[in-house]
């Protein structure tokens, strides 16, 4: 499973984020459509889902040289969770989504309207792994490959590397080029968590992937380590 986090602004305040959505819920129709559900609402999150049915016609030669119409029907779905922040920004966390989300935020830009702004929320990727770290159900972190940036190798030029390791693969860059002389740019890592092993992995640009158990069983510990790195 994989989250994408974003940073959202909204004209409207956060307890009235779904009255927008709920004027334009999703309806089966015979052609194309796309719509919202909302799943849950409270002054502090809110859970909902956007769809996108497509419909396309064509025609394909039979067996016996006569045009035949073929009718293809595809669904999009994009689960997100909204949760707002101190400044009135808002964290947008899409579940699992598609390789494009154009049409996504798109919609979202047409139903709330002027004011509605989006852009990528850079994540700590070191602060994540330590709040991970003081979780009391988790019993231990390894870091099995890291990928960083920003290493001077003179005036002139700097490197970006990925690191494997048996061991650490990110104590093993600090031993090679000190604590403070690279930016992370994504941590792979295996964790256990209440006895179970997990591997997940975690990236600058907002993206946190794990089996979808390990995010069942964080609950609501996931949404604190996000507002402790984000």
């Known amino acids: 499973m994989r989250l994408k986090v974003l940073l959202i602004n909204l004209p ?3 307890v009235q984020m779904d009255y927008p959505l709920l004027n334009n819920l999703y309806e089966e129709v015979e052609g194309s459509s796309k ?16 769809i996108e049915k497509k ?9 016996y040289g006569g045009e035949e119409r073929v009718v293809s029907i595809s669904f999009n779905y994009i689960e997100f969770f909204a949760w707002p922040l101190d400044n009135g920004k808002i964290y947008l966390v899409l579940k699992n989504p598609s390789r494009s989300i154009r049409t996504f935020l798109q919609e979202l830009h047409a139903v ?33 490959k890291a990928r960083v940036g920003g290493i001077k ?42 006895g179970i ?8 640009t907002g993206i946190v992937s794990a089996p979808e158990a390990f995010f069942e069983y964080m609950g609501e510990e996931l949404k604190d380590l996000i507002f402790k790195c984000c």
């Open 153 to 194: 190798l003179s005036s002139k030029a700097s490197a970006n590397v990925e690191v494997s390791s048996s061991e650490n693969a990110l104590k093993n860059v600090e031993d090679f080029v000190g604590t403070d002389n690279f930016t992370i740019d994504k941590l792979k890592f295996e964790l256990y968590f209440k």
């Open 55 to 63: 419909v396309e016609e064509g025609f394909v030669i039979g067996p």
């Open 112 to 144: 709330f309207g002027f004011g509605f702004s989006v852009s990528e929320a850079e994540l700590s990727v070191l602060n994540f792994l330590y709040a991970l770290e003081d979780l009391s159900d988790v019993e231990s972190v390894k870091v099995s």
């Open 35 to 50: 719509g919202f559900e909302v799943f849950e609402k409270t002054n502090n999150s809110l859970n909902a889902r956007f």
């Open 197 to 204: 092993k997990f591997k997940a992995e975690v990236s600058r």
């Open 12 to 14: 409207v305040p956060f």
